[in-house]
């Protein structure tokens, strides 16, 4: 799919569902944020593979005031709006026909303890629950699995009804970035199925949350 086409696309993301609740939040987020809550808002499948923190759709409110409020200097103001903003976001999950969401968990993030333990555990606890949600696969990899293509990267590819191509949205510590070229996508996605082959299945999975949350308490 060429370029104007492309952005043909991302215009009818924004406007998926007559939804633009994410333009009230434009004041508190980086330009060009819409894109993405277009794309997550619109998108038929979300498959992702996260190498540090649960992602943004699995957040409580607690585990994502966290992280929003370790920003050096942030107005409190705006950390709030922003944590209002991600816990909004998640509401697609909710939603009568919600999209297909594949989450690859590196075993790194039910680790790394986010807002102390009492938050942690809140987190993993909703991380269990939305595992057994059937629009949810939930896949942790493991520490001692394969290495994979993905190791260390996080992204995510969106798919829309309709559309043969996806889109992959990357994050980077200075800035994010999307690839819609088809040679690009292909890449992340021949990553996400090499990452599958090796995470352990959604059963498994769900006992290596269960038994990190016994660990935090």
């Given at each position: 799919m060429g370029g104007a086409a492309r952005d043909a696309l991302f215009d009818?993301?924004?406007?998926?569902?007559?939804r633009g609740w994410w333009e009230a939040y434009a004041d508190v987020v980086p330009p060009g944020s819409a894109r993405f809550y277009g794309l997550e808002d619109?998108?038929?499948l979300i498959a992702q593979h996260v190498a540090s923190?649960?992602?943004?759709?699995?957040q409580t409110e607690g585990y994502a005031r966290a992280l929003v409020g370790s920003v050096p200097g942030l107005d409190p103001v705006v950390v709030e709006r922003r944590v209002e903003l991600r816990l909004r976001r998640s509401r697609l999950l909710d939603r009568p026909d919600p999209p297909r969401l594949d989450v690859l968990l590196d075993e790194a993030v039910l680790?790394?303890?986010i807002g102390g333990r009492e938050v942690f555990a809140g987190q993993l606890r909703h991380l269990l629950d939305v595992a057994h949600r059937p629009s949810v696969t939930l896949r942790v990899i493991e520490f001692d699995a394969p290495v994979?293509?993905?190791?260390g990267v996080t992204f995510s590819v969106?798919?829309?009804a309709g559309d043969p191509a996806g889109v992959?949205?990357?994050?980077?510590?200075?800035?994010?970035g999307f690839l819609d070229e088809p040679n690009a996508v292909a890449v992340y996605e021949e990553s996400l199925v090499a990452a599958a082959a090796v995470a352990a299945d959604r059963d498994r999975s769900r006992r290596l949350v269960a038994a990190r949350l016994a660990e935090v308490g």
């Open positions: 009818l993301v924004r406007q998926a569902r007559a619109g998108a038929e923190l649960v992602p943004g759709l699995l680790r790394r303890v994979h293509p993905a190791v969106f798919r829309f992959v949205f990357r994050e980077q510590l200075d800035a994010n």
